[in-house]
């Protein structure tokens, strides 16, 4: 196949980067996509547990070790388990999203902004005690 062949489907159609063609699409390559997206998963998983429980860098750092770690198995589901590529079908896909994405970042911004006004406006303690009988 050339180059142009990849980049449309018989239909005259543009082929998004990610997106198989009909004809390509067999059970075989989709279980070793999911055994891919497993052993990738895996992987990042028990890298995880090795870097929190080994002294391989610098202590404060391991919090963000982990994160980049999470944001790469975050990657490693979207993209092997849930089909989120950039073709045109997937619009929907992104927006849902997108969509949870920032329901989970209000709830969470607001909780805590609401916990933070509550510990600011909140009596000192040995206040408290003294109105105790």
Known sequence: MTDHELDYDPHGHDIAPGDEHADEASV???VRSYLIGLALAAG?????F??????LIWEPAVPMALGVLAIAQMGVHLVYFLHITTGPDNTNNVLALAFGVLMVFLIVAGSIWIMNHLH????PMDQLMQMQP
């Open 120 to 123: 600011h406006n909140m009596m």
């Open 28 to 30: 075989g390559h989709g």
């Open 50 to 55: 090795y870097l929190a429980s080994a002294h």
């Open 44 to 48: 990042l998983t028990a890298a995880s």
